[in-house]
């Protein structure tokens, strides 16, 4: 078993920075790929990036390549999600996710078992 926190939302304006964190419960972090999925309101749940349990893999969706860094610091057992640049298309609330999750699946929120309650992110323009 593994609970998740997740925190670090807000509102911003565009053009600025956020960085949320997920800290994760259990021992067994280390094992877990740990993804990091939005949703906006109307909108079907939609993959942000997810980083492996060593951190060698880091895997991005198009639309914030480039802007959002994700890093995993395993002594703490917390995952780390920097918004850069961050667009009104980008609000939405955050959540973090974790599971023991194959590459080619990385994207799909059903891979996932564990789940942080959310963060809502707000961009204004």
């Known amino acids: 078993q593994v609970q998740l926190v997740d925190s670090g939302g807000g509102l911003v304006q565009a053009g600025g920075s956020l960085r949320l964190s997920c800290a994760a419960s259990g021992r067994t972090f280390t094992k877990y790929t740990m993804g990091w999925f939005r949703q906006a309101p109307g909108k079907q749940r939609e993959f942000v990036v997810a980083?492996?349990?060593?951190?060698?893999?880091?895997y991005y969706s198009d639309s914030v390549k480039g802007r959002f860094t994700i890093s995993r610091d395993n002594a703490k057992n917390t995952v780390y999600l920097q918004m850069n640049n961050l667009k009104s298309e980008d609000t939405a609330v955050y959540s973090c996710?974790?599971?023991?999750?194959?590459?080619?699946?990385?994207?799909?929120?059903?891979?996932?078992?564990?789940w942080g309650q959310g963060t809502q992110v707000t961009v204004s323009s």
């Open positions: 996710a974790a599971g023991d999750v194959l590459a080619v699946l990385v994207t799909s929120p059903r891979q996932y078992p564990y």
């Open positions: 980083i492996t349990g060593s951190g060698d893999r880091i």
